[in-house]
């Protein structure tokens, strides 16, 4: 029969608290999200309704953006067990160069709208931990003033074409002499999607104070004393601005780009070609013969055609009719690292985070991006190590399938 008796304080105290007093509350916060889902939710109060649906959102009905998460959620995959896994490698080589994860985090537009800190913050966290970081023609960030910021993270750089051809070969240029070893071409954005919550929201580039938004000032008073009191929200590498970002896609950029244009691309830019938003298995073929180093499978995040396909499901096919002329990357839809090591087991050569970082650039700046990155880097670990894998290459088709609707 169990005695009872008083607890001495010593044996009590060490239960008392976290111990950890030198982390900011939001530090905290971001420490008990356990998945993306749960940073995400952090970024939905810090932010206005209409950043956060700008980040969160897709096109119209959003049909996309959810197959393209729900073919993740379809994926099973097959361990095999009593294989040493005591040690696992998760670097691979993207483009020639080594990348310690298999996963680099995408470029994305309008960055300091969902935090003040911006493009720096995203890639100092990729410059810690060896991933290439991606900056985009919409970015908030100049091409030099990144390159100032993180010198020793590897810099890609993505293009849109404008209709001005002398703009976008100036923006070649720099990136170019700035130390940017790779172009990211994007070819999906022939016209800008029409993005249903931003026209709801009213959000404009840059945007406005309206009667909304100034109510929601007092709900997101953080957010805003940020915005007014740093530089002015604004495009980095272009001069166009007004009305949301589907419409300044559609006057900015320029429809006529054709698959003929890679060879003027090839006369302004000397490094790897990377094309981005391939949607099929016919242009992934004529891309291939064309001699692109890699195209990267995305429906823009879901974000521009609705009841488009899916990316992880287009995978198979195209990495078995060109894997072995140019590299296969796929993006859309990831918010695990299960995702990513399911795409690599389909035999993709690595992945583009986008969204994922976003939604801890606004749920804590620097830190949130960290958090994020901490968070995959776990989930990937420990699905190799569940699957009997102790190296990318160890991932094959044996381990992971997709089940039926």
Known sequence: MATRRLPRPSEVLPLIGSGDHGKSRLQRKLERCASISDVRELARKATPKAVFDYTDGGSMSESTLDRSRDAYRRVEFTPRVL????????????LGQLNALPFAFAPTGFTRMMHHVGEPAVAAVAQKAGIAYGLST????????????????RRWFQLY????????????????????????LTVDTAVGGIR?????????????????????????????????????????????????????????????????????????WNGPIMVKGVQSLADSQILADLGVEAIVLSNH??????????????????????????????????????????A??????????????????MAGGQDGVQRVLDILTKEIKVTMQLLG????????????????Y
């Open 83 to 94: 294989r040493n896994v005591a040690e696992v490698d998760v670097s691979t080589s993207f």
């Open 196 to 268: 249903w919550r931003e026209v709801r929201n009213g959000l404009t580039i840059p945007p406005h104070l309206t009667l909304n938004t100034l109510l929601d000032m007092s709900r997101h008073p953080r957010w805003w004393a940020n915005v007014l009191t740093t530089e002015p929200l604004s495009f980095a590498s272009l001069d166009s601005t007004g009305g949301t970002v589907g419409d300044l896609l559609t006057r900015v950029f320029d429809p006529g780009v054709t698959v003929e244009d890679i060879a003027w691309i090839r006369e302004n």
């Open 138 to 153: 919409l970015g908030t960030t100049s091409i030099e003033a990144l390159a100032t910021a993180s010198p020793d993270v």
């Open 344 to 361: 690599l087991s389909f035999g993709a050569t690595g992945t583009l985070v986008g969204r994922a970082y976003l939604y801890g650039l």
């Open 389 to 404: 894998a102790n190296s990318i290459d160890q991932l094959d088709r044996s381990m992971v399938r997709l089940r039926p």
């Open 301 to 342: 995040g879901g974000r521009q055609i609705d009841s488009g396909n899916v990316p992880l499901e287009l995978l198979p096919g195209v990495v078995d009719a060109v894997g072995n002329q140019t590299e296969v990357y796929v993006d859309g839809g990831i918010m695990r690292g299960s995702d990513i090591v399911a």
């Open 161 to 184: 074409v404008s209709r001005d051809r002398t703009q976008a070969e100036d923006l070649m240029r720099r990136a170019r002499d700035n130390g940017y070893d790779s172009l990211i």
